[in-house]
């Protein structure tokens, strides 16, 4: 007579391959977000440099705009394999209220974890350098009129 361990092992084992299955799929059409943001909460404020427009860092304090920086370092995916190396252009370094550091700098193809480097999916570097431009550099994007 079978025991029924066997059985059990017998329908799990389709619905973990399924799971692993779908699990790699999503990777390969979306990529891997990037983790290890820190909470709202937790930082103290962000100071952002854009390599091209302003070199010097202007500093985030405002809640709302904190949370606006966190959303648009969600809007990047990386993807396995070699990154590029090339200059970085945006600078993000989230000062935390414990006095460590978090920091993500980004090319149009890269992007920096704490100096670690990833190769981005598509273009999602453009679109992160293009909205933290529109958000905190809009005045140099902006051409004086006459």
């Known amino acids: 007579m079978k025991e029924q361990p066997t059985k059990f092992i017998k329908y799990t084992i389709p619905i973990f391959i399924t799971i692993a299955l779908s699990i790699l799929g999503y ?15 937790a ?13 010097e860092a202007k500093k985030i304090i405002e809640r709302e705009e904190i949370e606006k920086v966190r959303h648009a370092v969600q809007l990047m995916f990386t993807r396995p394999g070699k ?17 460590t550091t978090y920091t993500i700098q980004a ?21 992160f350098i293009k909205v933290i431009e529109a958000m905190f550099f809009y005045e140099e994007l902006v051409e004086p009129q006459p």
Request: proline share 8%; net charge negative; charged share 25%.
């Open 43 to 55: 930082i103290a404020y962000v100071e952002v440099c854009d390599q091209q427009l302003a070199p």
């Open 107 to 127: 090319s149009e193809k890269t992007v920096w974890v704490n100096g670690k480097p990833h190769r981005l999916r598509g273009d999602n570097g453009s679109v």
């Open 27 to 41: 990777i390969w059409l979306n990529g891997i977000p990037i983790r290890g943001i820190p909470e709202t909460d």
């Open 83 to 99: 990154a590029n190396q090339d200059e970085p252009i945006i600078d993000l370094v989230f000062h935390q209220k414990n006095g």
